[in-house]
């Protein structure tokens, strides 16, 4: 079955952790993304990656790292530094970022607390 | 500041009702809107509009973009509890790195009761 898969379903980050998220996808795509979702807002972007070794910021990448090694892989780095951390985090992907986004396919999703 | 704002936040009605949600946006470099549909978890796709005036279907659910008033609405009739979720609106752009990026409402949260 393709698909996108995320993994751990929740995370639970103490003060001062890093913490990684995995992202995988099996669609063959070339973009991949991650947004995170607070209650009573939209998604908003944290990182996107066109290509294998190459990433971009979104509109909110400060406090969180990525890296692109694998074309199937995209996982994501909450630092320390990002001071706010619970949310809900989704990644998707899609052909490319040349296509209609129609074709973004999202993963179940991350649920990350802080304790 | 490029945005994409839906109403109503929250809609509850009774299974059968017909409803209409709202998508009006701001943004420079528009390419297309997209309504995603999210019940618990991954939101799917439901429909993209890129052409003014051209209504999409699929069963009980249409949409329709106005790019002069810079909105669209989702409509749904006879209305099923199945129904119930968040309803996304997204709106591509072309980004300053000249690449194309989404930017999302803050979703409708609409409840079906039986």
């Known amino acids: 079955d393709g698909g996108i898969t995320q993994s751990p379903k929740y995370l639970f980050r103490k003060e001062g952790q890093n913490v990684t998220l995995s992202c995988e996808q099996n669609?063959?795509?070339?973009?991949m993304y991650w947004y995170r979702q607070d209650p009573g807002q939209g998604l908003r972007l944290i990182y996107y990656?066109?290509?294998?070794?190459?990433?971009q910021k979104g509109d909110i990448a400060e406090g969180y790292s990525v890296s692109r090694e694998k074309k199937e892989s995209f996982p994501l780095t909450v630092t320390s530094a990002q001071k706010n951390p619970t949310a809900f985090y989704l990644c998707?992907?899609?052909?490319?970022?040349?296509?209609?986004?129609?074709?973004?396919?999202f993963g179940p999703g991350t649920r990350l607390l802080v304790l | 500041e490029d945005k994409v704002v839906q109403s109503p936040l929250s809609l509850v009605v009774h299974e059968g009702d017909t409803v209409t949600l709202n998508c009006s946006y701001e943004?420079?470099?528009?390419?297309?809107l997209l309504w995603y549909k999210q019940e618990k978890k991954a939101p799917t796709f439901l429909f993209m509009l890129?052409?003014s005036g051209i209504e999409k279907k699929s069963g009980r659910l249409s949409s329709i973009l106005d790019k002069k008033e810079l909105s669209s609405i989702l409509n749904i009739t006879a209305t099923q509890t199945g129904d119930s979720a968040i309803y996304l609106c997204?709106?591509?752009?072309?980004?300053?790195?000249?690449?194309?990026?989404?930017?999302w409402g803050a979703g409708t949260k609409l409840i079906i009761k039986p």
């Open positions: 998707a992907s899609s052909p490319g970022l040349a296509g209609y986004q129609e074709t973004q396919y």
């Open positions: 669609l063959n795509h070339d973009a």
């Open positions: 990656s066109q290509i294998v070794n190459d990433f």
């Open positions: 943004v420079t470099n528009f390419r297309s």
């Open positions: 890129t052409s």
């Open positions: 997204a709106v591509e752009f072309l980004n300053r790195r000249s690449n194309y990026q989404l930017i």
